[in-house]
């Protein structure tokens, strides 16, 4: 597949990079349809925010072209973007001299079940908890050890996905989605200032439903406010939504606010 | 300097590196004196540890092995171990054929200010908390944004070191080193079951004051209670023991104990 480091064909990295180092960086995971990114100004917009959170120096222009090119060659699939603070020496001060590097993959749409955007998946309920961390909360950075032992958990396919509770056994979201619920015609998903990552289909979804004036909370759930919910979804940037049908003891169909939200990230996905 | 990767001199790494990707993987920071490696059986014996809870199946001979030769090719300064989880596809879940990688980086001995060993150093108090983690606490894992931040918020060379606490205000350890006090006559150091590297000079020390008969605790350690001690000492493999002069209003001077336990650590550094 196509691979490009700092705008050329390469897939090999010096070891001297603090991404490899201290996962030092951020990510991006983007669909690409058509030779275009989808999406793009909420991947672009998130990691403006938190390349400054973090003080890495981004190119933001530079990166917008870059990305353009590699989608239109790419053409359809998904794209994952890794900026890293760029190399370094032993130690964890940033050296003056580092430049960040823009890390681009090609990837092919990931075959998914057809019955995870139609009938709906299982959740896999993860020990595994989320630290809270408030200056980390939010990001898409490189230290996702949390969702790899939270991934390892499970190997039984039935699971699509798995949630993820923090310390206090606060819902959060799942391995590699956000998660959403709807109570009484109310469409609500995890704060997520002390951990998680703040998907950017969770922010696009919350924007459309403001918009069709659904009404909207971004707050603390817990797990038994979830099992009570009417319906239950998971979505991300690459599948859209998947209404979820199990978790524990809990079932759920897949329900209309979930049908609605679906087709809406579905149209996006496919334009 | 020298670089290896599995073996080989090579100093280029695939994209596709899960270390790269979710800082999948450990390191060791290793002193090389005479062509050897410094606490080398400590070293290899906490790797094995955190591969066994990261369920990383790392070929612990063929390690030894390679270490040895490297440190003997690089004769003087310090050993940087990566070991990662391998090559992986887009997505969390370990493929069943990843291959662990090693890494292996030289650099030179670094030029420390000899009044870090001689009077002392200052420590700057870091904002920047410890998130509570026990699945991965203890460990010398490649997700270390926290010491990142923590690094970045001091630029006076006057500090050497910074405190990390936990969210909680607990001390925890330095940025790159851990931290002890003694306070009438007994030597602690923090408890760091829920965060914090345990490092492979802690863990000498413990054990050297233990057969010396020093009086030794692993607990938690408050702010006030560090503040309030009769010495206080850093330490990690590569400089030994620094005494702490200053921390926020108080005040120290290198005492007794620190001196002998620098002592200890200076002869394993210096054979």
């Given at each position: ?98 430049l960040p590097r823009r890390i ?168």
């Amino acid at each position: 597949m196509l691979n490009w480091i700092d705008g050329r064909p390469e897939e090999l990295l010096s070891i001297k990079d603090r991404g490899l180092a201290y996962g030092d960086g951020l990510f991006e995971t983007v669909a690409v349809t058509a030779g275009a990114p989808v999406l793009l100004e909420r991947h672009l917009s998130r990691l403006a925010q938190s390349c400054a959170r973090m003080k890495i120096p981004l190119d933001q222009h530079l990166l917008r072209t870059e990305l353009l090119a590699f989608c239109a060659a790419l053409g359809e699939g998904v794209a994952k973007l890794i900026i890293t603070r760029g190399d370094g020496l032993r130690g964890y001060a940033p050296p003056a001299t580092a430049l960040p590097r823009r890390i681009l993959q090609g990837f092919a749409t990931p075959a998914y079940a057809p019955e995870n955007a139609g009938q709906g998946v299982r959740l896999f309920a993860c020990a595994t908890p989320l630290a809270e961390q408030p200056l980390l909360a939010g990001m898409k950075h490189l230290n996702r050890l949390e969702q790899v032992l939270a991934r390892a958990e499970w190997d039984d396919p039935s699971y699509a996905e798995g949630l993820m509770r923090d310390v206090s056994g606060r819902v959060v979201e799942a391995v590699y989605s956000n998660i959403f619920m709807i109570k009484n015609g109310q469409l609500l998903t995890p704060n997520l200032s002390r951990c998680g990552v703040a998907g950017v289909m969770r922010a696009e979804l919350l924007d459309q439903a403001a918009r069709l004036s659904i009404p909207c909370a971004v707050t603390d759930i817990s797990l038994s406010e979830l099992l009570g919910a009417d319906e239950v979804f998971v979505c991300n940037s690459v599948y859209g939504v998947w209404p979820v049908l199990e978790l524990l003891d809990s079932r759920w169909l897949a329900g209309p606010m979930t049908r609605k939200l679906q087709t809406i990230a579905r149209d996006l996905l496919d334009s």
